[in-house]
């Protein structure tokens, strides 16, 4: 489904404005480009016909059934035109025409231009002035079935469905979605969102915790899935890794089962890291040991692309940790220690 505009979609019958009888009483006002334009674009003789008259019943104030007809003429060239767009609501308002109709209109537009913003605007008002959201569901999941992360798309549904309170159904049709494609960032969004709206305590996000370890072992590589479980944690209280150890136990078997996924091995840094800086805790040299072989290993073999970053976060660390370390027994973690050993979760 691609945007598109074309003088092939004007109908077979279509005929030139000015040949035609019922509006010989409009005299058309072509576009005044300036004494010395810069450029000057070569519009066809068909759109120069359409817009023309479009600006000529502009000029006049007309509000009528033709001047509707000659708005969807105008925007079957330029879909993106919200001038014409405006008219037309003005015209639909002044007429009190059927806007029921004008949503099936509108679906059409969509079909063809999925990623204008100035359609699914309008049809944004239209659901606004009737204060009926029953078809915006259907209409946006038959959209998102051809393109899953079509973001106009996205952001009308969430606007229904938090306008609407609409959200009773929203995790099923995600997760269909994810079970479609686990790699959907968009619909990882669309969880996130709808969460957040409807609430997140310690047993909402114990569930979702799972949820996400669970499609994180499908595709251990997928940045979406972490950051849906980053973004759990954050919301939840502090110390949300001591509220929820299964976390770690799941992120620290994944890195001891050979995965070195980046987003995994990112996971574990700030993870140890939290750890490493707590006062209180009795193996923050551990931790901090930790960090520095994740941070050599993402510098020197996993993610070398990056390394001049890991190296920041691995520098910012020690001089943190080692701030912290003076404060309370003077221990801190040397900054030339390598990673000697892959496996970082035996007693140092």
């Known amino acids: 489904m691609g945007d598109s505009s074309s003088e092939d979609d004007l109908p077979d019958e279509w005929v030139m404005y000015g040949s035609r009888p ?5 005299t058309p006002i072509e ?7 810069v450029v000057v674009i070569a519009y066809s003789e068909k759109f120069k016909d359409i817009y023309n008259y479009f600006r000529a019943i502009v000029a006049k104030g007309e509000k009528s059934q033709r001047a509707l007809e000659l708005t969807q003429d105008a925007l079957i060239l330029n879909p993106a035109n919200y001038t ?40 944004r008002v ?4 009737l204060q009926d ?29 938090s306008t609407f309170n609409l959200f009773d159904n929203e995790l099923n049709f995600v997760d269909r979605l994810l079970a479609e494609d686990v790699r959907n960032n968009s619909a990882w969004n669309q969880r996130f969102f709808v969460l957040k709206h409807t609430g997140l305590d310690r047993q909402v996000i114990s569930r979702e915790l799972l949820y996400a ?29 001591d ?17 070195r996924s980046l987003h995994l091995m990112a996971f574990l840094i700030d993870l140890y890291a939290e750890k490493s800086l707590r006062p209180e805790e009795p193996a923050r040299d551990d931790y901090a040991h930790k960090v520095q072989v994740l941070c050599n290993l993402m510098i020197n073999e996993c993610d070398t692309i990056r390394c001049r ?8 660390f020690q001089t943190t940790f080692c701030t912290t370390s003076s404060a309370t027994d003077g221990n801190h973690v040397g900054k030339d220690a390598t990673p000697d050993s892959d496996n970082v979760f035996v007693d140092t």
């Open 126 to 129: 239209i659901v606004e002035w």
């Open 213 to 241: 370890i669970n499609r994180i072992r499908l595709a251990t590589i997928n940045e979406s899935s972490w950051n849906f479980l980053r973004g759990l944690l954050q919301v939840s209280e502090d110390g949300a890794l």
């Open 31 to 37: 576009q005044d480009d300036g004494e010395n334009p």
């Open 84 to 123: 014409v767009w405006q008219y037309r609501r003005d015209i639909l308002k002044d007429l009190n025409l059927n806007l029921y109709d004008e949503l099936d209109y509108v679906a059409e537009v969509i079909e063809n231009n999925g990623k204008n913003y100035q359609v699914w605007h309008h049809r």
């Open 133 to 161: 959201p029953s078809r915006e569901l259907q209409l946006t999941e038959t959209i998102l079935h051809v393109d899953s992360k079509n973001y106009h798309a996205w952001q009308h549904r969430q606007w229904v469905i």
């Open 22 to 26: 019922d509006w010989a009483d409009i």
């Open 309 to 316: 970053y890991w190296k920041y976060v691995l520098d910012n």
């Open 243 to 259: 509220q929820f150890p299964e976390v770690v136990t799941f992120c620290e078997e994944l890195y001891s089962s050979g995965s």
